[in-house]
Structure formats: C-alpha cells, structure tokens
C-alpha cells in the first residue's frame, strides 16, 4: 500500500512530488489563500505553531477528507486533493490511493 509520512521539514514541493507518485493525484497546498511556494516547507506557511514532532501519515487508505482535516489539525495548512489531470477537486469520502480517478461529486 502507497504511504509516507509528512513533517514541518518537509518541502512543499516534495510533499506535492511524493503525493504524485504515491496516490497519482495532485495535491494542492496553499499558504493563506495563495498556493504555496514551493520552496517553502511546511513548518514556514504553518497558521499554527507546530509541535517538533509533528508528523501526518498519508496512506492510501485514508479519506481524501481526513486527510485534509489532519493537516489542517497538526499543521494549520489548507490542503485539497484534486484528480490526475488537476481539473477537479476529489470528494472527501474518496480514499487516497483512488483519489486519481475520481472526481467530487
């Protein structure tokens, strides 16, 4: 099963990267209401003053909607899943492993 694990040191572009690979969608990170800079890590556009060991676990099992609400929880970050082709957004009751394939409904 696709997985890894998401810490404030980690670059948004490698976030991105790794979610691609792993679960074959997009993921969109934003700083406020912009996207993220992908230069930037997690812990720099975080609203929230996050623990050391902060950490998200992204696996394929998980709803596309607890995964959102967990990184807005342990990183105050707006994340949203959108399909392969970055055309639509995914439906928060989809997994993440079949996040590329289906769109919201």
Not at 15 to 25: I, R, V
Not at 36 to 57: G, L
Not at 75 to 98: E, N, P, Y
Request: no cysteine; charged share 30%.
């Amino acid at each position: 099963m696709a997985d890894f694990d998401i810490s404030g040191r980690m670059k948004v572009k490698t976030l991105k990267s790794n979610f691609n690979k792993e679960f074959g969608s997009i993921l969109r990170v934003y700083n406020g209401s912009k996207f993220a800079d992908d230069d930037s890590t997690i812990a720099s556009i975080a609203e929230v003053k996050i623990a050391a060991d902060a950490e998200v676990k992204a696996r394929g099992n998980t709803l596309v909607g607890t995964f959102t609400k967990a990184m807005a929880k342990s990183f105050g970050i707006k994340v949203r899943v959108a399909t392969k082709d970055d055309k639509a957004l995914v439906a928060d009751d989809i997994t993440l492993k079949d996040s590329s394939s289906t769109i919201k409904k």
